[in-house]
């Protein structure tokens, strides 16, 4: 005897995200430029973590530069909140954040 059964499975909501979002195939750059790296304001060298508050800034953990950025809504650069002074242990120094 053999016997079959279906499951439907439901997605799991990505956290933050209401399981019905729909994803645009069109991107907008909130952060940095999408035309190369750098440590000006307005470019970001290996961001590596992202966090968005409930006013919608964005911060950037911009790993190679050593620092972290704050992004407000329709920024053209950002604005340095941690470290920016290089790699290193004083108290505006970043090694790498994550």
């Known amino acids: 005897t053999t016997s079959t059964s279906t499951t439907t499975l439901v997605p ?3 956290d933050g995200i209401c399981e019905n979002a729909a994803w645009s195939s069109n991107g907008t750059s909130v952060a ?8 000006a304001l ?3 060298y290996g961001p590596w973590g992202l966090y968005v508050d409930d006013n919608e800034v964005v911060y950037v953990a911009d790993s190679k ?7 407000e809504p329709g920024a053209t650069a950002g604005q340095i909140v941690a470290g ?3 790699s290193g242990n004083s108290s505006d120094q970043l090694n790498h954040p994550s």
């Open 32 to 39: 940095g430029r999408s035309d190369g790296l750098g440590s």
């Open 12 to 14: 799991k909501p990505i």
């Open 84 to 86: 920016g002074k290089g």
């Open 42 to 44: 307005n470019r970001l």
């Open 65 to 71: 530069n050593h620092r972290i950025v704050k992004w």
